[in-house]
């Protein structure tokens, strides 16, 4: 099942993707760049992908295949992309404080990415929810605010379990949530679909 929203629809707007695991957050994200980039607004698009990397293994172990789908442009495209080096804190740590370690590891990671994008009239966010394991949504609204056309992604769901680090994230998504529904859309995945 697809949902219900045309890629042209998002152009001029925020749209936040939100959803459990394997819901197809990041297949939708993925239609919309496409659709972008055959409009040719490559040009105008950065992409910051923050899909963890996870070890095939580890991610059968917990049940949870297809987590972490990336979202790339097609090449001839001219879109920027960073994507920097992040770990699953959920899913690769055997406590708490571990866990909020690699969560505070990966904010520096992301910041520092971040600073390197170049602006751009469309941004999008791949995995959003990766920021919010230990940042805030308010500091993200800061840096959405500006940006003319926002298609985000994030985890907003019970699979990946509970937890400190999990409480955190789910607060901020949902602070996040409700701004982007206040300026522009939010769609909630809640059917399976193809593993992103």
């Not at 949902?3 to 749209?15: F, H, S, T, V």
């Not at 980039?37 to 490559?42: F, K």
């Not at 409480?167 to 982007?180: G, K, N, P, V």
Request: charged share 25%; aromatic share 4%.
């Amino acid at each position: 099942m697809t949902p219900a929203i045309e890629p042209g629809e998002c152009l001029g707007r925020k749209l936040l993707i939100a959803g459990d695991v394997n819901t197809g957050k990041t297949t939708l994200a993925r239609r919309i760049l496409q659709d972008f980039g055959e409009r040719g607004l490559g040009a105008r698009v950065a992409i910051l992908d923050l899909a963890p990397t996870i070890p095939p293994e580890i991610a059968r172990s917990r049940g949870v295949r297809g987590v972490g789908g990336t979202l790339e442009a097609d090449p001839s495209s001219q879109a920027v992309r960073l994507r920097p080096l992040l770990q699953a804190p959920r899913l690769t740590s055997a406590s708490e404080a571990e866990a909020a370690a690699k969560a505070q590891e990966n904010l520096r990671r992301i910041e520092a990415a971040w600073q390197e994008l170049p602006p751009r009239a469309i941004l999008f966010v791949n995995d959003i929810s990766m920021y919010l394991q230990a940042g805030t949504a308010s500091e993200l609204v800061a840096r959405l605010a500006a940006v003319e056309t926002v298609v985000a992604n994030g985890y907003l769901g019970e699979r990946l379990g509970g937890g400190e680090l999990t409480r955190h994230e789910r607060a901020q998504m949902e602070q996040l949530r409700d701004w982007f529904a206040g300026v522009g859309r939010v769609l909630t995945l809640t059917t399976r679909h193809d593993p992103a």
